[in-house]
């Protein structure tokens, strides 16, 4: 069955790091472009980045653009955030998702918290 697993995430201060991956099975991963969406507490879900299937270019929310890294390994399904000088604005739940052509897949889900 196809799966996307999000890991990495947990309680942080406010300027540390934290990396989160996604884990993927079921498919055809290098066919799909990775995304990442977040939904903050009240918020409505906004999409954080996305890379395309080879890794050759990325897009960022605007908010995070110099602080997230988004990157993939092909070889290991596998997708990443990598985030930097977090902020308490960053408390959300993040998700990855799949896509290509039609088909769209979504993970569970992580919590991600920044606060002292």
């Known amino acids: 069955q196809v799966q996307l697993v999000e890991s990495g995430g947990g309680l942080v201060q406010p300027g540390d790091s934290l990396r989160l991956s996604c884990a993927a099975s079921g498919f055809t991963f290098r066919d799909y472009a990775m995304h990442w969406y977040r939904q903050g507490p009240g918020k409505k879900r906004e999409l954080v980045g996305v890379?395309?299937?080879?890794?050759?270019?990325?897009i960022y929310l605007d908010s995070v653009k110099g602080r997230f890294t988004i990157s993939r390994d092909n070889a290991k399904n596998t997708a990443y955030l990598q985030m930097s000088s977090l902020k308490p604005e960053d408390t959300a739940v993040y998700y990855c998702?799949?896509?290509?052509?039609?088909?769209?897949?979504w993970g569970q889900g992580i919590q991600v918290t920044v606060s002292s």
């Open positions: 890379i395309t299937t080879t890794g050759s270019s990325t």
């Open positions: 998702s799949a896509r290509h052509r039609v088909y769209e897949y």
